[in-house]
């Protein structure tokens, strides 16, 4: 089965990061980044953790602990993860169990940003280390300016859609556009 990618919005919402280690403090960045409220369940967590704006609860997992949470990350040892997944699947919450694909609904990916653009890469859990090769391979290609590509293209948009340019139209457009822009 393929998986379905998509982009969350956690702004504002409630994450669960399970875990205390170095692994679940990796996690932490971009999920603040996010905008995400972050708590972090853990018996022992790392002072990399202790974050404005971050609950931290020093004890073991529960189930309870998925109340009001939107998304879980689960970087803890396997057997954790897999409590944390069968907790969350019985509550309808996307999972992301860190190094454990069998056990997560959710896979996190090789992710490449350049202001508002993103570029996600997936293994689909079976491969981390190719999906960051990947995402490195693709930032030495990229050029430095996308997000002057992005302005254009945003403007542009807005241009063709009071023309009524047919949206069928518009990607051929913006390719001509961006390479006169290199011509």
């Not at 396997?78 to 169990?97: D, H, K, M, S, T």
């Not at 340019?165 to 961006?178: I, S």
């Amino acid at each position: 089965m393929k998986p379905y990618p998509v982009f969350l919005r956690l702004e504002g919402r409630r994450v669960l990061l399970v875990g205390g280690g170095k692994v679940a403090a990796a996690k932490l960045p971009a999920l603040i980044e996010a905008g995400a409220r972050v708590a972090v369940v853990a018996p022992v967590i790392s002072p990399e953790l202790a974050r404005p704006g971050v609950q931290l609860r020093r004890e073991p997992f529960s189930p309870a602990d998925l109340e009001g949470a939107f998304f879980v990350v689960s970087a803890a040892p396997p057997e954790v993860n897999r409590a944390v997944a069968a907790a969350a699947e019985a509550r309808g919450l996307f999972v992301n169990a860190v190094d454990d694909a069998e056990a997560a609904s959710a896979w996190l990916s090789g992710v490449l940003r350049r202001g508002d653009v993103t570029l996600a890469i997936s293994t689909a859990g079976r491969s981390p280390a190719l999906a960051g090769l990947l995402r490195e391979a693709l930032d030495r290609l990229l050029p430095e300016d996308l997000e002057a590509w992005l302005e254009m293209g945003e403007t542009l948009r807005r241009r063709w859609k009071a023309d009524g340019v047919p949206m069928r139209d518009r990607r051929p457009l913006l390719l001509r556009v961006l390479q006169e822009i290199y011509s």
